[in-house]
């Protein structure tokens, strides 16, 4: 079991550049979660799917951010135009079904618009 | 105010205990969840513990519930300086369905040899 991947590991952009954070959730697992992770704000919940279906994207900052889930093996972060206070570390998670299915979460991407 | 608190920073002994401690507040909380990150790394399950439980005991890891306080603490015996990380405290709200996690701030677990 390779765990949650993500790429890339790190990015560094240009203020007002697309910037696409990817995510290949665990093998089996119904349910995918993005983050983002800052110093002021701690961890912030963007979006979750439950099988390939957006659930609450009540999280996500504005309409620079898009995510889609356009199978059950991969995911996308998508920011565009990128600003510098996009800057953070942006996790994705998932979990399988049942009550003892824990999540499990990726290495992160840092971002750096610059 | 937040959901979920914690103290900022923690310094303990090598070799003593730590407490972490957390409280939340949402009620209807269903499982309560530690989670470690060391620097530059994701986040690590480290234990959960169902919200009709008091106590649950991993090893050197013990959580401890107070439901009716909703206060809930982890307590790590002979602190190594491995241990040294961010200790977040994180709640998942209804039944354990999918639904995402509310963290809190994180502990700065800071270890003195």
């Known amino acids: 079991d390779a765990g949650v991947i993500q790429s890339p590991r790190h990015e560094v952009t240009e203020m007002g550049q697309e910037v696409t954070l990817r995510c290949k959730p665990i093998?089996?697992?119904?349910?995918l979660f993005w983050y983002r992770q800052t110093m002021m704000r701690g961890l912030e919940l963007l979006i979750y799917?439950?099988?390939?279906?957006?659930?609450?994207d009540s999280g996500m900052p504005e309409d620079r951010f898009s995510a889609k889930m356009p199978n059950a093996s991969f995911s996308t972060l998508k920011i565009q135009p990128s600003e510098p206070r996009d800057s953070a570390v942006y996790f994705c998670?998932?979990?399988?079904?049942?009550?003892?299915?824990?999540?499990?979460f990726g290495s992160g991407t840092r971002l750096t618009v610059v | 105010g937040e959901d979920v608190e914690q103290s900022l920073f923690l310094s303990v002994r090598e070799g003593d205990s730590s407490v972490i401690n957390c409280t939340y507040t949402d009620s209807s909380s269903t499982y309560l969840y530690w989670y470690k990150q060391e620097p530059g790394a994701g986040l690590q399950l480290l234990t959960y513990?169902?919200?009709?439980?008091d106590m649950k005991q991993d090893q050197r890891l013990t959580v401890l519930l107070n439901k009716k306080d909703k206060h809930l603490s982890l307590r790590i015996a002979d602190t190594q300086t491995g241990d040294s990380a961010i200790y977040f405290c994180?709640?998942?709200?209804?039944?354990?369905?999918?639904?995402?996690?509310?963290f809190g701030k994180g502990t700065h677990l800071i270890i003195q040899p």
């Open positions: 093998s089996g697992h119904n349910s």
């Open positions: 998670a998932s979990r399988g079904q049942g009550a003892l299915s824990g999540y499990t």
């Open positions: 994180a709640e998942s709200k209804g039944g354990g369905g999918a639904d995402g996690l509310t």
């Open positions: 513990i169902f919200s009709n439980m």
């Open positions: 799917f439950n099988n390939n279906v957006p659930i609450d």
